[in-house]
């Protein structure tokens, strides 16, 4: 099967403007992930969605960062305005039952920002 | 929210020797533990995983164990390889996952 796809896979920004990210899980996964993985740490959740609907956003910065997914396939991350303090691999994962916080998660190639 | 704590950070072990890493969680309603294992700028990929209900699991010269009472979990590596080389996270989970800061296994030929 297809794994996760992400894109673009590499940016760079001046920090205050804008970014967004994309993310295609595998066909079928019903739950998506975005994690932030700063340089030297382990991923960290920043949004959990089932479908279409928000499970988990705890950890999302809101007055910064959105995400969305719309008709329960792909999804975007989007960061608004952007900090130094963003630099960092955004990884997109999904699985595959509506449980998925106890599934197994497959991850994406990542996107890895640059904010200058 | 659920804490995961990893150690070491760093472990540098002789080709055919043992590793052990080592996780500790916060939340004793986490249920779900995997251990993921990723190389150098690439995504990271899942070697094992175990459930609350379970106390071990091995798969080839992998090895995790639980024990919920104290609320820790291990990955144990046996006869190891260079390949295995990589930076390894643990994570905990029940209806979200939190991810230890990862350890740098290094094999040295």
């Known amino acids: 099967e297809a794994g996760v796809a992400q894109s673009p896979r590499y940016k760079i920004i001046e920090k205050r403007q804008s970014v967004a990210f994309w993310c295609n899980p595998i066909s079928g996964h019903a739950t998506l992930y975005w994690y932030q993985q700063i340089l030297g740490q382990g991923p960290k959740l920043l949004i959990q969605f089932q479908n279409n609907g928000v499970v988990d956003d705890s950890q999302l910065p809101k007055d910064r960062f959105s995400a969305e997914r719309l008709k329960g396939v792909d999804s975007t991350l989007k960061i608004q305005p952007a900090k130094l303090e963003d630099s960092a691999v955004y990884l997109c994962a999904s699985s595959s039952r509506l449980s998925a916080s106890t599934d197994t998660q497959y991850f994406g190639p990542g996107t890895r920002l640059t904010v200058l | ?109």
């Not at chain 2, 043992?18 to 690439?42: H, M, R």
């Not at chain 2, 106390?55 to 144990?76: P, W, Y």
Request: net charge neutral; glycine share 6%.
């Open chain 2, 1 to 109: 929210g659920e804490n995961v704590e990893q150690h070491p950070s760093t472990l540098s072990v002789q080709e055919g020797d043992s590793a052990v890493i080592k996780c500790t969680y916060s939340d004793s309603a986490s249920n779900y533990f995997p251990w993921y294992k990723q190389e150098l700028g690439k995504r990271p990929q899942l070697i094992i995983d175990i459930r609350s209900n379970v106390g071990e699991k091995k798969d080839q010269r992998i090895a995790v164990t639980l024990n919920k009472t104290a609320k820790h979990f291990s990955l144990h590596i046996t006869e190891t390889q260079p390949e295995d080389s990589a930076v390894y996270f643990c994570a905990a989970s029940k209806n979200d996952m939190r991810f230890g800061a990862g350890t740098r296994l290094t094999v040295k030929p």
